[in-house]
C-alpha cells in the first residue's frame, strides 16, 4: 500500500489561521481535514448583559475585514425589534457604507489573496515587483476608493465609530460625499479592465453541483435587507433562520458546521449565490464585468466563477455608492430615539462573503440576554470540504506542492474568513 | 545594506491590524522595496524561518499553545512591537477574564471538553518582553509605518501617552460630555486615533488604552453625575482594553462601591 500525506501548515492568504491535513492511500483520498486553529473568543458568551447600545461596538471586532456586515446585522436587527423607524436617508448613506465594505473586500480578495495563485506568485508583492506592477496598483487604487468612503462615513475603515442603532452619530455632508464621485467614475472605468484581466488567468473549471444560498430583494440587490432563497428553490426568512438551518457538531470535530436541517446538506454562501440568486436587480456595469468575468450565462455554479461574481459585485457597489452619492442628502437629524423593549432580534444582511445571521434576545431595559452568531465562513465550512473532496482527486497524480496551491485554491474561492468563524475549531473529519 | 527581515504573526484577534498594513497599499509597496517581508501568512505563501529583525505580532496569548509560539517568536526576534489592543492589552476577549471560563465555553460551544483555551487573554508583554507596544483597536496606520520607519533609521519610536482630550483641543472639536452629557473616556484614553470618536459626534471607548496618569475616579465620579448607574459605569471600562490595569483596577473600583451600597 502506498501512503501519501500532504500537510498544509498554514493557509496563506486568507484571514485568520487554519492548516489542512490530507492523507492519500492506494491513490484514494482517506482522510481530509481543515484544520481551524484560531482560538476561542467567546463574542456571543461576553455579550450576555451588554447594554444594546454597546453591540454596534462589539461585534465589528469579530472581524476586521468586514466590520460593517457585523455593525448592520446587529444594528438592523434591533432596530427591528425596538420598532424603530428610521428615515429613508439613514438605510441609503448605510447601503453607501456597506457598498464600501464590499469594494475594498473584493479587490482585496480578487488582488492580494487570489490573483497570486493564477499567475504562479506567493504574493501581490511578488506580483508587483515582477511585472505586475499596473495591475496591482490599480487594484490597491480601487480598494483604496472604497477605505477612504467608509472612512469618510465612519470615522475609520477598520471598525467604524459612527454607526449606531437609530442612525448615525454623524452623517456625513453631502459635500463630503459628492468629494468622492469623480473617483467612483473613475474606478467604474477601471473595474471593466479588471474584469478583463480576471478573464485572462488561467481559472480552473469545476462544474459540479451546489445548492447556493444568499439574501433575495426583488428591488434592490441584497446588502442590509431581504429574504433567503436557493438555488434549488427554498424560501425563507430571518425568524426562521436557526429552524431552517442547523449547526451541527461533526464525528471527531469540535467544529459546528451549518446544514440544512431537514436534508443535513451543506450549502454556499458568498458573491456567486448572490449574483445567481438576484440577476434581476443587477445593474448595468455589473452585468457587462460579469460577462466579460465569465459570468455570461446563469446559473453558475462553479466555485472558481466566483472571483468574476466579486469584480461584477465590485462594480455594482461603485454604481450604487455614485447613484446614492448624487442623490445625497444627510439624514437629519442623524440618529432617532431608541426605546428598548423586550423580545428576539434576528436579522441577517450580505456581508462581503455571505449572509451573516444574528439573534439577539434582549430584557425590558436593553441588556443583551442571549446572542447567536452564525459567519458566512462557518456556514461555507462544510462544503469547502465537499468540494475538497470531490476537486482533489481529479489532481491527485501532481506533485505535494501542486496539490497543496490546487487545496489551497478550493479554499480561497470561499474568501473564507477565519477570524469570523467563531463556532469553528480544529476540524477532524474522517469518512469511509 | 542588506534589507531588515520583517516577520508578522498573528494570535487571537480580528486581522483588523495586519490589515492596516495591507491597506497601507501605495506605501506598502514602497515598504516592500526598504524591508523584506520573510513570514506574513496572511498577504503571502512564501515563508522563511527566522531570525527576524523586526517582529510584529497582532492578538492576545489565548490558549497554552499560544505561549510556546510567542516565547518562540521572542527568541527568534530582534525588535518586537506588539500592535493593537488584543496584542498590548487582552483586547475584547478579555471580558472573560477573572469569569467563569467552563461558563463561557459551554455556552458557545457544544462540547466543552474540545474547546481548548486559557482562563485569560493575554497581553504579549505579560509572557514575553516586548520591545514597542502600538495600541488601538485597530491599530493606527499612521503610526504603525512610522514605527516601521523611524526603525529603519535605526531610532525607537517614542508614541503619545497624552488623552484624546488633548486631540480634541488641538483639532477644536466640540466636546461630547460638556456639550451633549454623553459619556466619553477621551480624558483618560491615550490619543494616536485622531479623535475620531468626538469627531463623529460621539465618546470615545477607549480604543487605544489608558493615558499616563488616567484619572479614572474623577471621570467615573462625573458619569454617574450624568445620571449613569455605578454598573454600567464599570461597564464601560471594561470595555475593548477593559484588561489594561488602569481600566480593570477602575472597574474593580466601582463594583465594589455599588457592592457597599
Known sequence: ??????????????????????????????????????????????????????????????????????????????????????????????????????????????HLLAAPDFLGFDSAIEMAQKGFKPQVERGLRLKRVGNDLMA????????????????????????????????????????????????????????RDAELVSMVNQTDYPMNDGDMGSTRGRTWTADTYEEVTEEIHVAHSTALHSVFADTRSPYFVGPLARYNLNEATVTPVARDAAARAGLATLPNLDPFASMGARVAETAL?????????????????????VTPRAGSAAWTTE???????????VDDDGTILEAKIVPPTSQNLRHMERDLREYLPGVLDRSDEELTHAAEMVVRNY??????????????IERG | ???????????????????????????????AGAIEIVNFAEATSHVEPGPYDVTLVEGSVSTAEQIEQVKAIRAESTFLITIGACATSGGIQALRNGTDLAEHVRYVYPTPAYVEA????????????????????????????????????????????????????????????????????????????????????????????????????????????????PTRVADTFRFITGYAPAFREAAERLERAEAIT
Not at chain 1, 474568501?415 to 477532524?428: E, G
Open chain 1, 152 to 207: 469618510a462615513i465612519g470615522g475609520r475603515e477598520i471598525h467604524p465609530v459612527s454607526p449606531m442603532v437609530g442612525g448615525f452619530s454623524r452623517a456625513a455632508t453631502a459635500k463630503e460625499l459628492r468629494a468622492f464621485e469623480g473617483r467612483l467614475e473613475d474606478a467604474l472605468a477601471e473595474i471593466l479592465d479588471v474584469a478583463d484581466f480576471v478573464a485572462a488567468l488561467e481559472i480552473p473549471e469545476f462544474p
Open chain 2, 118 to 229: 486559557l482562563a485569560s487573554s493575554q497581553p504579549i508583554a505579560e509572557i514575553v518582553p516586548v520591545d514597542l507596544e502600538l495600541t488601538g483597536c485597530p491599530v493606527d496606520r499612521g503610526q504603525l509605518l512610522a514605527a516601521l520607519a523611524w526603525l529603519l533609521q535605526g531610532s525607537v519610536p517614542r508614541p503619545p501617552t497624552t488623552p484624546v482630550c488633548i486631540e480634541c483641543k488641538r483639532r477644536g472639536y466640540v466636546c461630547v460630555v460638556v456639550a451633549k452629557g454623553e459619556p466619553c473616556l477621551g480624558p483618560v484614553t491615550r490619543t494616536g486615533c485622531g479623535a475620531i470618536c468626538p469627531a463623529m459626534g460621539r465618546g470615545c471607548y477607549g480604543c487605544f488604552g489608558p493615558s499616563q496618569p488616567p484619572n479614572t475616579d474623577a471621570l467615573a465620579k462625573r458619569f454617574i453625575e450624568l445620571g449613569m448607574s
Open chain 1, 317 to 337: 457597489s461603485i454604481e450604487e455608492a455614485l447613484r446614492l452619492i448624487r442623490d445625497y442628502t444627510p439624514p437629519d437629524p442623524p440618529y432617532v430615539a
Open chain 1, 351 to 361: 456581508a462581503p462573503r455571505g449572509t451573516l445571521y444574528h439573534r439577539y434576545d
Open chain 1, 1 to 110: 500500500m502506498t501512503h501519501r500525506s500532504v500537510e498544509v501548515p498554514v493557509v496563506a492568504r486568507v484571514e485568520g489561521e487554519g492548516a489542512l491535513h490530507v492523507r492519500i492511500d492506494d491513490g484514494q483520498i482517506t482522510r481530509l481535514e481543515l484544520e481551524i486553529y484560531e482560538p476561542p473568543r467567546f463574542f456571543e458568551s461576553f455579550l450576555r448583559g451588554r447594554h444594546f447600545s454597546e453591540v454596534a461596538d462589539i461585534v465589528p471586532r469579530i472581524c476586521g475585514i468586514c466590520p460593517v456586515a457585523y455593525q448592520m446585522t446587529a444594528i438592523h436587527g434591533l432596530e427591528h425589534l425596538f420598532e424603530v423607524e428610521v428615515p429613508e436617508r439613514t438605510y441609503e448613506l448605510r447601503r453607501i457604507l456597506y457598498c464600501a465594505e464590499w469594494l475594498e473586500s473584493h479587490m482585496l480578495h480578487v
Open chain 2, 1 to 31: 545594506m542588506t534589507k531588515p527581515r520583517v516577520a508578522v504573526f498573528k494570535m487571537a484577534s480580528c486581522d483588523g491590524c495586519q490589515l492596516q498594513l495591507l491597506d497601507a497599499e501605495e506605501a506598502l509597496l514602497d515598504l
Open chain 1, 415 to 428: 474568501d473564507p474568513c477565519i477570524s469570523c468563524a467563531t463556532h469553528f475549531l480544529r476540524l477532524d
